[in-house]
């Protein structure tokens, strides 16, 4: 029996796993996490919204239920293409088939004072470190006596107005403003700065212009201070740092303005394209390396004169296609080039607002949030997963309280 290993159980890797598991092929799942990470919801997690366990499942429940498919827990160190071996911290595992699907990192874009002092999520720990942060500062201020240091600490900076900047930021303002000021009574609303910097001049600057001004309008009644055209020039412990001499004080700064691929691209040694990404061939093959497959955010595939976006609905789709075409060969067939079919973007604001296009159609407010949570609801692994979200979420709607507010470390993260 031959075998399919894949490397990295995201949207992508888990795509053309369940679409593997039962044709015939052993499949062997590796990840450096035991459980596969719904990482849209992750802002959620670090805003007191939902329960860390809700938005992740654990990949040998799946393995158990495909046929055929096995897991194995692992660090991925690089790949020997010659002995068609993939390379782990504590071994190595033979493949007839590879699908590289390690997904991406945050791109910092070479600034180690950023990297140093921001915040970031990619990962479950990193959502849970956000939150312990933030409310550890609210905790700190009640009892500052220093006007000046107060006010940096009940100041959160979010650089990036892509939908994961955006819907941090209204998810921190409604938390602010529902729940935190009730818990903290000697903190006023209004003390609390929430400030978005985007370096272009407009946030979500992938949907059209209608929605990028809904969105924008939106978060500015809601109380967050937008600021476009604005580019983060360096940062410390207490201050981000602006182009043209502006200074913030502030404790916290969360990066979201760009990702690339993880480390693992570059030591392919195979062709890279920007974002460190692996230049692939139009079946998702790695050219004169017909057996293996780069898929999801670690890919770079051309569409229609650019790169395909590093969004999980590409990676689900690149999933699949590899998975047709791998048995598609084993058939002695083969498939046309791989197209992605753009079913639409969205990002929710907060409370009955969102933003949303799909088929040449443009929603906001009301409706475009409805169906986000439908579709989140939807794609999300596990009926207990989706019943803790679903529950999670009606009594926030209800009652505007979250429950997830739990301190679970001893001190801010130090400078």
Avoid at 21 to 46: I, K, T
Avoid at 98 to 109: C, D, H, P, V, Y
Avoid at 292 to 312: H, K, S, T
Wanted: glycine share 10%.
């Amino acid at each position: 029996m031959k075998r399919v290993v894949i490397a990295g159980m995201g949207f992508g890797g888990l795509s053309a796993a369940k679409a593997l598991a039962g044709s015939g092929l052993e499949v062997v799942m590796v990840d450096r996490h035991n459980y596969h990470l719904f990482q849209p919801l992750l802002y959620q997690v670090a805003t007191a919204g939902l329960e860390q366990e809700s938005i992740a499942y654990p990949i040998r429940a799946l393995a158990r239920r495909w046929r055929n498919t096995l897991f194995r827990l692992g660090e991925v160190t690089g790949v020997d293409f010659k002995a068609k071996r993939l390379l782990l911290e504590d071994g190595d595992i033979s493949y007839d088939y590879l699908i590289l699907a390690a997904g991406s990192r945050t791109n910092f874009f070479g600034r180690d004072d950023i990297e140093r002092h921001a915040f970031d999520l990619k990962r479950l720990d990193q959502a849970e470190d956000l939150r312990n942060h933030v409310l550890l500062a609210f905790e700190e201020a009640t009892r500052e006596r220093d006007q000046e240091r107060r006010r940096a600490l009940l100041t959160f900076v979010i650089v990036g107005g892509g939908p994961t900047g955006v819907e941090f930021a209204g998810a921190l303002r409604e938390l602010v403003a529902h729940v935190l000021s009730r818990d903290y009574p000697e903190v006023r609303p209004e003390e609390t700065r929430i400030i978005l910097l985007e370096a272009a001049s407009s946030l979500l600057s992938a949907m059209p212009p209608r929605l990028q001004g809904y969105a924008l309008d939106r978060l500015r009644s809601m109380g967050v201070e937008v600021m476009l055209e604005a580019r983060v020039s360096g940062a410390d412990a207490e201050h981000v740092y602006l182009d043209g001499g502006e200074t913030i004080p502030t404790h916290t700064l969360f990066w979201s303005a760009g990702v690339a691929a993880v480390e693992l691209a570059g030591k392919l040694g195979v062709a890279q394209a920007g974002s460190g990404r692996v230049v692939v061939a139009p079946d998702l093959s790695i050219e004169g390396l017909r057996e293996v497959f780069v898929i999801g955010d670690m890919a770079c595939r051309e569409q229609d004169g650019a790169p395909l976006p590093m969004l999980a609905p590409v990676a689900s789709q690149e999933g699949r296609y590899v998975a047709r075409a791998i048995l598609a060969r084993e058939q002695g067939g083969k498939l046309p080039a791989f197209r992605y079919r753009d079913k639409g973007t969205m990002a929710t604001i907060g409370r009955n607002s969102a933003v949303a296009t799909t088929h040449g159609l443009h929603f906001s407010g009301y409706p475009a949030w409805l169906v986000w949570l439908i579709l989140h609801l939807y794609y999300l692994i596990g009926f207990r997963n989706r019943l803790l979200v679903l529950m999670n979420w009606a009594y926030y709607y209800w009652f505007h309280e979250r429950q997830v507010r739990l301190i679970t470390a001893s001190a801010r993260r130090s400078s």
